[in-house]
C-alpha cells in the first residue's frame, strides 16, 4: 500500500522536475535579439502663461437714506460694473491674442532653431565620419607602404650576405661559436665607404678575415636600383653578423 | 534550418531521427531514474526510522511476547511489517514454534532460529537494493549513450560540410550543437543518477550490517533464554 504510494509520489516528483527542465528551456532559451533603440531626450521649453488676476472689485458700501436712491445707485452701480467688465473682457482677449501670437511665433523660432542645430549635427558627424575613413585608408596605405619596403629591403639583405659570404675566406682559427659584428657604412652607388667592428669575436685574426671580406666586396651594384627613401632608411649603415656557419644581416 | 531560430527545443525537434532517438531514451531513463530516486530515498528513510523505532522498544526492556503479538496485530490489520520487525517476527515465531515441542533440542531450535532469521534477512537485504541497479546502469550508461548521439550528429554535419563550397562556421555550428545537446541530456539523467546511488548503495549496506546485527544480538538473547529455563 504505502510502497505504491511512495511510487506514485515517486513519479509526480518525476514528472514535475522534467515538465519544469522543458518549460524553463522553452521559455528562457531563445537569445534576445530585441534591440534597444535610444530616443534623444529634449527639453521642451514652454511659456509659461500667467493667469490674469481678477481685478480687485472695491465695495462701496454706502448707507443712504432713501431706499429709492439706494436702488438707483445700486442700478448704476450694477451698470457701470457690466461696463467694466464688458471692458475687462475686451482687453483679456485682446491680450491673449497677442500671447498666442507671440506663443507661436516663439514657437516656429524655436522649431527652426531646433532643426539648423539638427542639421549642423549631422553635418559635423558626417564630416567626422569621412575624416576618420580617410585616417583609416592612410593608415592602411602606409602600413602596406612598410610591407612593401620590409619585401625589397630583405632581398637587397640577401644580396649583399651572398656577397659577403662569398667574399669571406675564414680563418683556421675559427670556432663554432664565434661571432663578430660589424658596421658597414654605405653609399647610395652601392660602394663600400667604412667598416668598423661593433662587437669583436674575441679572436683577432677572425676579425680581421670579417674586416677583409667586406672590404673585398667593395661594392654591392645591386642596391643602385633601389630607390633613395628605402636606402636612407635602411641602407645607409648596415649591421652584419659573421659566424663561422652562417652570417646573418 | 532558420538561424534566428536556434533555441534548444527547435534544435531538438530538428536533429536527426537517430539522435531524436537518443534523446528520448536518454529522457526515459532520466524520468524513470527519478521515480526510482524518490521511491528509494523514501523506502530508506522509513527503513532507517522503524529500525531506530523498534530498537528502542526492544531494548526498553519490553516483553518478548507482548512485542511479538503487537507485530502480528499489526499484520493482521494490514499494515505491512517493516524490514527490522519482520526479522525479529520470523526469529521469534520459529523459536515459539520450536519451544512447544516436547523435547526440544537447544542445538536444533537455536539453528533452526537463526536460518528462520537469516531468510528473513536475505528477503530484506533483497528489498533494500530493489531498483540500485537500474540507478547504477543509469548513471554509468547514459553519458555513453549521449555521447553516441552527440558523436553521430557531429559525423552527420561533418559530412553535411565536406559537400558545401564554401565552409562556414555557420553550415557546421547548428548541427554541433543540436548534437551536443545529446551529451548534455546524458550527463542530466547521470549525474543525479550516481549521486542517488553512491547514496542509497551506502544507506542499504549499512541497514543490512544494523540487521544483521540485530539477528545476531536477538539470536544470543533467545539462546540464553531457552538454557536459563
Same mark, same amino acid.
Given at each position: 500500500?504505502?510502497?505504491?504510494?511512495?511510487?506514485?509520489?515517486?513519479?509526480?516528483?518525476?514528472?514535475?522536475?522534467?515538465?519544469?527542465?522543458?518549460?524553463?528551456?522553452?521559455?528562457?532559451?531563445?537569445?534576445?535579439?530585441?534591440?534597444?533603440?535610444?530616443?534623444?531626450?529634449?527639453?521642451?521649453?514652454?511659456?509659461?502663461?500667467?493667469?490674469?488676476?481678477?481685478?480687485?472689485?472695491?465695495? !462701496?458700501?454706502?448707507?443712504?437714506?432713501?431706499?429709492?436712491?439706494?436702488?438707483?445707485?445700486?442700478?448704476?452701480?450694477?451698470?457701470?460694473?457690466?461696463?467694466?467688465?464688458?471692458?475687462?473682457?475686451?482687453?483679456?482677449?485682446?491680450?491673449?491674442?497677442?500671447?498666442?501670437?507671440?506663443?507661436?511665433? $516663439?514657437?516656429? !523660432?524655436?522649431?527652426?532653431? $531646433?532643426?539648423?542645430?539638427? $542639421?549642423?549635427?549631422?553635418?559635423?558627424?558626417?564630416?567626422?565620419?569621412?575624416?576618420?575613413? $580617410?585616417?583609416?585608408?592612410?593608415?592602411?596605405?602606409?602600413?602596406?607602404?612598410?610591407?612593401?619596403?620590409?619585401?625589397?629591403?630583405?632581398?637587397?639583405?640577401?644580396?649583399?650576405?651572398?656577397?659577403?659570404?662569398?667574399?669571406?675566406?675564414?680563418?683556421?682559427?675559427?670556432?663554432?661559436?664565434?661571432?663578430?659584428?660589424?658596421?658597414?657604412?654605405?653609399?647610395?652607388?652601392?660602394?663600400?665607404?667604412?667598416?668598423?667592428?661593433?662587437?669583436?669575436?674575441?679572436?683577432?685574426?677572425?676579425?680581421?678575415?670579417?674586416?677583409?671580406?667586406?672590404?673585398?666586396?667593395?661594392?654591392?651594384?645591386?642596391?643602385?636600383?633601389?630607390?633613395?627613401?628605402?636606402?636612407?632608411?635602411?641602407?645607409?649603415?648596415?649591421?652584419?653578423?659573421?659566424?663561422?656557419?652562417?652570417?646573418?644581416? | 534550418?532558420?538561424?534566428?531560430?536556434?533555441?534548444?527545443?527547435?534544435?531538438?525537434?530538428?536533429?536527426?531521427? &537517430?539522435?531524436?532517438?537518443?534523446?528520448?531514451? &536518454?529522457?526515459?531513463?532520466?524520468?524513470?531514474?527519478?521515480?526510482?530516486?524518490?521511491?528509494?530515498?523514501?523506502? =530508506?528513510? %522509513?527503513?532507517?526510522?522503524?529500525?531506530?523505532?523498534?530498537?528502542?522498544?526492544?531494548?526498553?526492556?519490553?516483553?518478548?511476547?507482548?512485542?511479538?503479538?503487537? /507485530?502480528?496485530?499489526?499484520?493482521?490489520?494490514?499494515?505491512?511489517?517493516?524490514?527490522?520487525?519482520?526479522?525479529?517476527?520470523?526469529?521469534?515465531?520459529?523459536?515459539?514454534?520450536?519451544?512447544?515441542?516436547?523435547?526440544?533440542?537447544?542445538?536444533?531450535?537455536?539453528?533452526?532460529?537463526?536460518?528462520?532469521?537469516?531468510?528473513? =534477512?536475505?528477503?530484506?537485504?533483497?528489498?533494500? *537494493?530493489?531498483?540500485?541497479?537500474?540507478?547504477?546502469?543509469?548513471?554509468?550508461?547514459?553519458?555513453?549513450?549521449?555521447?553516441?548521439?552527440?558523436?553521430?550528429?557531429?559525423?552527420?554535419?561533418?559530412? *553535411?560540410?565536406?559537400?558545401?563550397?564554401?565552409?562556414?562556421?555557420?553550415?557546421?555550428?547548428?548541427? /554541433?550543437?543540436?548534437?551536443?545537446?545529446?551529451?548534455?541530456?546524458?550527463?542530466?539523467? %547521470?549525474?543525479?543518477?550516481?549521486?542517488?546511488?553512491?547514496?542509497?548503495? %551506502? =544507506? %542499504?549496506?549499512?541497514?543490512?550490517?544494523?540487521?544483521?546485527?540485530?539477528?545476531?544480538?536477538?539470536?544470543?538473547?533467545?539462546?540464553?533464554?531457552?538454557?536459563?529455563?
Amino acid at each position: 500500500m504505502s510502497r505504491i504510494l511512495s511510487y506514485v509520489i515517486g513519479a509526480m516528483v518525476s514528472a514535475v522536475l522534467h515538465v519544469g527542465v522543458i518549460v524553463a528551456l522553452w521559455a528562457n532559451w531563445q537569445p534576445s535579439s530585441e534591440t534597444v533603440y535610444l530616443q534623444p531626450k529634449y527639453v521642451v521649453a514652454e511659456l509659461v502663461q500667467l493667469a490674469p488676476r481678477a481685478p480687485a472689485v472695491s465695495k !462701496e458700501k454706502k448707507t443712504s437714506a432713501t431706499s429709492d436712491q439706494l436702488a438707483r445707485k445700486k442700478k448704476r452701480q450694477l451698470e457701470e460694473r457690466k461696463r467694466k467688465s464688458r471692458a475687462d473682457e475686451l482687453r483679456k482677449n485682446a491680450k491673449k491674442a497677442a500671447l498666442a501670437a507671440r506663443k507661436k511665433r $516663439e514657437d516656429e !523660432e524655436r522649431l527652426a532653431l $531646433e532643426k539648423r542645430r539638427l $542639421e549642423e549635427s549631422r553635418r559635423v558627424e558626417r564630416e567626422q565620419q569621412q575624416a576618420e575613413w $580617410e585616417d583609416m585608408l592612410t593608415q592602411k596605405e602606409a602600413q602596406m607602404d612598410a610591407q612593401e619596403d620590409q619585401r625589397a629591403a630583405n632581398s637587397y639583405r640577401q644580396i649583399i650576405q651572398q656577397r659577403l659570404s662569398e667574399n669571406w675566406s675564414r680563418p683556421p682559427s675559427a670556432r663554432r661559436n664565434m661571432e663578430a659584428q660589424v658596421r658597414i657604412q654605405l653609399v647610395p652607388t652601392g660602394r663600400v665607404v667604412g667598416v668598423n667592428i661593433i662587437k669583436s669575436s674575441g679572436d683577432a685574426a677572425f676579425d680581421r678575415s670579417v674586416e677583409q671580406a667586406v672590404r673585398k666586396a667593395h661594392q654591392f651594384i645591386e642596391l643602385q636600383a633601389m630607390d633613395s627613401r628605402l636606402f636612407e632608411l635602411k641602407f645607409r649603415s648596415v649591421d652584419v653578423a659573421f659566424s663561422p656557419e652562417d652570417l646573418r644581416l | 534550418m532558420s538561424e534566428e531560430n536556434l533555441s534548444i527545443l527547435s534544435l531538438i525537434i530538428n536533429a536527426s531521427m &537517430l539522435v531524436q532517438a537518443v534523446m528520448a531514451i &536518454l529522457f526515459l531513463a532520466s524520468a524513470i531514474s527519478w521515480v526510482m530516486i524518490v521511491q528509494r530515498g523514501m523506502y =530508506l528513510s %522509513a527503513a532507517q526510522r522503524d529500525f531506530r523505532q523498534f530498537e528502542e522498544t526492544f531494548w526498553s526492556g519490553i516483553d518478548l511476547n507482548s512485542l511479538y503479538r503487537e /507485530i502480528s496485530e499489526q499484520q493482521d490489520e494490514n499494515v505491512p511489517p517493516t524490514g527490522i520487525e519482520n526479522i525479529f517476527r520470523a526469529g521469534f515465531g520459529e523459536f515459539n514454534r520450536l519451544v512447544r515441542l516436547e523435547k526440544p533440542d537447544p542445538d536444533a531450535v537455536i539453528e533452526s532460529t537463526d536460518r528462520a532469521m537469516r531468510i528473513a =534477512l536475505s528477503r530484506e537485504e533483497e528489498s533494500l *537494493g530493489t531498483h540500485l541497479p537500474f540507478l547504477a546502469s543509469v548513471a554509468s550508461v547514459s553519458p555513453y549513450i549521449g555521447l553516441f548521439g552527440t558523436v553521430w550528429g557531429i559525423m552527420n554535419s561533418f559530412r *553535411g560540410l565536406a559537400m558545401v563550397q564554401q565552409a562556414t562556421l555557420a553550415t557546421v555550428a547548428p548541427g /554541433i550543437s543540436e548534437a551536443l545537446i545529446a551529451t548534455a541530456m546524458g550527463l542530466f539523467a %547521470a549525474i543525479p543518477a550516481v549521486i542517488a546511488y553512491n547514496r542509497y548503495a %551506502a =544507506l %542499504a549496506e549499512r541497514m543490512n550490517t544494523s540487521y544483521e546485527t540485530f539477528a545476531d544480538e536477538f539470536s544470543s538473547i533467545l539462546y540464553r533464554q531457552f538454557h536459563a529455563r
